[in-house]
């Protein structure tokens, strides 16, 4: 078990540039979230996958954000035309699919975005 | 839907001394709870969680946290803090059984003072 992995760990960007952030989940999860956390927050829900399926989407995901996990083992997050207010901390984190609800969610390290 | 707060924004605490973070809930039916720390830019670390059964749950690092329905509650403690405990906590409510995310307080930085 070597964690949740995320890549980059930290990304600079222009404001109006695409950023693509990578999310590798531990081995055999078939659940994987993305969260935000912006300073003096806590995380904010943006998506959740299960298998290769999108299956929830929250209204903080706008047009410009899209999300995919083609094969049903890492996901991407792209953000397009990037706006000063995406500035946050991207998080990651999976679950293994077993008894429903109760599936402990462990989070990778997160992928700060600052943009300028 | 479910929330969370946690009224207390920043703690300072002495080293040795007992240690404990408030966490109120919002949720109609019987909750799934965590506690959560972070440190500086680093991702969220498990510490604990409260699915059913004894209300008093131990966790890693000699934190427990006790739930309590008629406060609807899930406050965090330790007895004695260690300086390696500064961090910034963060309870947690969640899944549903509509949805799978969690819902996250705004979190208590913890100081701690030699």
């Known amino acids: 078990d070597t964690g949740v992995s995320q890549d980059p760990r930290h990304k600079i960007t222009k404001r109006g540039q695409n950023v693509t952030f990578r999310c590798d989940p531990i081995?055999?999860?078939?659940?994987l979230y993305w969260y935000r956390q912006t300073l003096g927050q806590g995380p904010e829900f943006l998506t959740y996958?299960?298998?290769?399926?999108?299956?929830?989407k929250s209204r903080l995901l706008s047009d410009r954000f899209s999300a995919e996990r083609p094969k049903g083992s890492f996901s991407t997050l792209e953000i397009q035309r990037t706006e000063q207010g995406d500035s946050a901390m991207y998080l990651c984190?999976?679950?293994?699919?077993?008894?429903?609800?109760?599936?402990?969610?462990?989070f990778g390290p997160g992928t700060r975005l600052t943009v300028l | 839907a479910q929330s969370v707060t946690q009224p207390d924004i920043h703690i300072t605490v002495s080293e040795g001394a007992s240690l404990e973070l408030r966490c109120n809930y919002s949720?109609?039916?019987?909750?799934?709870l965590f506690w959560y720390v972070q440190s500086p830019g680093q991702g969220l670390q498990l510490l604990l969680k409260?699915?059913?059964?004894?209300?008093l749950v131990q966790g890693i690092k000699g934190f427990e946290a006790e739930f309590k329905r008629s406060q609807s509650s899930f406050n965090l403690r330790k007895p004695s803090v260690h300086w390696s405990d500064a961090a910034e906590y963060f309870c947690?409510?969640?899944?549903?059984?509509?949805?799978?995310?969690?819902?996250f307080g705004a979190g208590t930085t913890v100081t701690v003072r030699a």
């Open positions: 984190a999976s679950s293994p699919l077993d008894s429903g609800r109760g599936d402990t969610q462990y």
């Open positions: 081995s055999e999860h078939n659940r």
């Open positions: 996958f299960q298998n290769e399926a999108q299956l929830e």
């Open positions: 949720y109609g039916a019987t909750p799934y």
């Open positions: 409260y699915f059913s059964g004894d209300t």
């Open positions: 947690a409510v969640g899944p549903t059984s509509n949805d799978y995310k969690l819902s």
